[in-house]
């Protein structure tokens, strides 16, 4: 899907920027929609956060457990290529320093929005894990190889005490085409996975589910029929969420102290797009608002709480709003109980409140020429880039003891209704030599052999053979 818009040189001034139509929205199936309990050939972790102290010691790690459960059929015996990309949730910076040439860094240069890729192979029944700050046997390289000159950033949440790389992962099931020389995604309804972040000084860990969607065309093992595009649409794959729903406990809320034991309680909230790019020349990070239905335990309708969200957003509660001007519900004093819940939608915004350049950083793809004509910088950040989109995220909380101990715990964001989206990726290639007469986007012949799985299939969905697998 096209989202970000092309900008047109009329006479020397800029005009009116527009954007593609959007996809066409699923008719709304609940049993058609990504999940957090169920197999998929998609998987997503919302979370993955690395940390190191001051010095460049580990203090938390995120280890990412993948699992095949199908007995299959055919000559793999049930083993399946898994495509994964590690997307880097924070903006670039540029470095800033003083003196000419420099002399004090105030701010280092740090890659953001990047991302990297591998490809793996599960066996028949067989699950997998790595860190993502050591890596592991099935993808080497780690989440760290995001910031080769590492480690991290300096982590918002404790400034110069400490650094941090963080962000999200997407894998799926691929099998490589020979007819084309390429891996494209297929039907493989049999991935599961979970994320466990582990704090080493706080002595603290917690776990969440991986949101899994189910590819719905052809049997198992076929190649699906928009090679380069995840089409979330409850028809391709399953559809993404319309909105999201969080239920939590305000800032500042003495709920769980009891008998003169103070607990503290102040949560963290992780959102990101559904709809994603990855192509390197790609239109990058997608940004949206996320706009907040608020309601305390009186069911007090609150509004006008919202936030904008540049390919990947995490803030702590406690200072979750950019602005004076908009009301923080998420604290106990505004929120007025000590539970509240929110729905939250990804909403296109007027450019006044969610500016790109501000939000996402310099993107170099929409600075150049652009519709035949140099667009000068200062004019793309005068452009509105937001876009309604599904949303996915998970909710932290912390707890603080008046012994110094903490407490962490997590769960995913439930979804309302449904909302179409797309993932788009360029197909990796094979070893060998294109054939002749082949441009990459499509086959000249009626069927093809999909690889390992068993099968050979069409476009058209007729499948010859048979496969024989754990039911999906």
Known sequence: MSRKPYVLSMVGALSMAFAAPSLAQPTCNA???????????????SKVEI?????????QDTFIDVSNDADGGGDDNGAVDVQAHFINGDKPLEEICTGDPCVDIIQEEEPGWNHINCRFTLTKNQPAWFSAARGGAICPQGFTSLDVDGPGRPDPETGMAGRVLRGFIVMWAVNFDAVDNRYEEIRWNHLKGDALIVNYPNGTAWEYNAYSARALLGANGEFLPTPGVLTMDGNEYDSGFDRLLVDFYATGSDAFSIDGNEVGVDSDL??????????????GALLTKAEFEVFNENEVKLSNLRRCICCWDQEMFSNYVRSVSIPNYFLRNRLGTDKGAARIDGMESIQEECNYCDICGVDPRISEDIGGDIIDFLDVCEI?????????????????????????????LVG????????????????DEARNGRDGMGRTGSSKDTGTKGTSTDRTGSIRGEVVDTPE
Do not use: V
């Open 270 to 283: 992780t959102l990101h797009p559904l709809d994603l790019d990855l192509r390197q020349d790609g239109e």
């Open 384 to 412: 509105n880039f937001t876009q309604a989109t599904s949303l996915l995220g998970l909710a932290t909380k912390f707890l603080s003891f008046e012994t110094g101990d903490l407490a962490t715990a997590g769960m995913n």
């Open 51 to 59: 940390k190191w102290d001051a010095a460049g010691n580990l203090t």
């Open 416 to 431: 309302i209704g449904c909302e179409a989206a797309e993932i788009e990726y360029d197909l990796g290639r094979g070893t």
């Open 31 to 45: 049993n058609n929609r990504i999940s957090a309990n169920q197999k998929g050939s998609l998987l997503i972790f």
